[in-house]
């Protein structure tokens, strides 16, 4: 697995102190991304939380994910959680080290009170001594909430005393990027009140033995507004694949007011799917997404390919980025009409941006919210197995394009069929006899497409310069 050593520095580490107005809480900012620049220790927000045991809790949830593995238990994962400042929220973002669970705790407006929220990305220290203070919050004990550095000591910093260099691995930055894609595609199954929200968590299972995954399970809305198990795929059905990897939801039941389900279209006999749980909280809202399966991360599914394969949306991309603003809800048709882009351009050109973490998306209101993750993430494009071996294939001359059938010789010799059929590739390959495409396209038939939309690009170019000559 490729990997790097991702260094993050905080100029002391986050603690949560006693003061004579109630409880204070710090958390230390490293090197990130703000409308001005890059800083090194940018400040998003100084004031207090109006539920403070509630935002704890939530807190510790995305601290859990940041620290967990659900598939090969025995590995360590010490990522620090992502905060960003969107103007009006702060949204804390961690992914599993395993790859497979994304989680996301949001503090709405409402869960705000006295300062201003700025804007910026960074990651925030979520040490240890810190999780253990959390913990012992009380409902009644006021909280002021500190992220980023003292006003004082923005000025006075004479440089990092607390480094830590933890590995990120490439496939961890492309699970970050295709859940959000995935994400996208998901609608709202259901919404549990209270009462039917923690009833149905509590009873999930914990996990088999050492640790191993319970499997996929499915369910369905009841009629008493809660959810059934289901022994198979039905239309309807929402699929919980790994059901113990909700277990951070724990740590917030008791103050859960609903819990929404969000899921893509399911027909009869489907296959796994990924799912997000999003538990409503008071001012916040905190969503789990899991990939389709425990010991299948997010990193393998394939569904930014097709946008990385395009020379036009990596343009559009640069366009659009110029006009992001932190929105916390990014207006496709307000992009559309900016940019004189169509809306389609717009969504491929912010999922080519979601795979450098420059967008997340947010399901509970069906949009895409500006950030930055503060990594190299360039190398999702760079890095990506199946992309770099299209394009090898491209350049090797190796595609042959006959009506709706493209024949590709791969490197092997081997000889492939791939089939366009309304817009829709297969392919002759094992990779597609054994997903279906179900985890994007292979490198075939992203080498076919590539060459097509080449071809395609040419075409219109000829004609601009047909029209021009008359």
Known sequence: ?????????????SVLESAADGQRLGLETSRGATPSGVEDHPRFFAGFLTSPQVASAALLAVADVAAARYYQRQLRASLDPVVTGNGDRLRFESFSGCCGVYARLDVLEPGLDGGDVGYGTTNVDVNNPLREALSR????????????????????LDGPVVEKKVPLPDRWLRGFAEAQVIAAGFDLRAELP??????????????????????????VSSGSGGLRPTTRAVPGAVCLPGPERLIALQRVLRHATALRVYSPTVT?????????WEVVLPGMRLTLTLSPDASRGFSGEGGVLDALATDEAAED?????????????????????????????VRAALIRLGTSGRVG?????????????????????????????????????????????????????????VRDEAGVLSCSCL???????GRG???HALAVRMVRRGLAAAERDMARVDGGAR
């Open 1 to 13: 697995m490729t990997r790097s050593l991702q260094a993050v520095a905080y100029c002391r580490p």
């Open 441 to 443: 396209p292979c490198k």
């Open 361 to 417: 998306y947010d399901t509970a209101e069906a949009a895409y919210f500006h950030r930055e993750l503060p990594y190299d993430a360039e190398r999702v494009d760079r890095h990506n197995p199946r992309l770099r071996s299209a394009r090898a294939l491209v350049a090797a001359g190796a595609v042959t394009l006959d009506g709706a059938v493209g024949t590709v010789r791969a490197e092997d010799g081997h000889v492939h069929r």
């Open 194 to 219: 209270a009462a039917e929200a923690v009833r149905f968590l509590r009873a999930l299972p914990r996990g088999g033995a050492r640790g191993a995954s319970v499997g996929a399970r499915w369910v």
């Open 317 to 345: 991309a640069e366009l659009v980025a110029v006009l992001l603003a932190w929105e916390p809800r990014v207006d496709v048709s307000d992009l559309a009409a900016a940019s004189g882009l169509t809306p389609e351009r």
């Open 431 to 437: 990779w597609w006899a054994k997903y279906r495409g």
């Open 268 to 276: 009869g006999g489907a296959a796994a799917t990924a799912s997000a």
């Open 137 to 156: 919050i009380g409902a009644d004990d006021p909280l002021h909430l500190r992220v980023g550095p003292e006003e004082l000591a923005v000025t006075t």
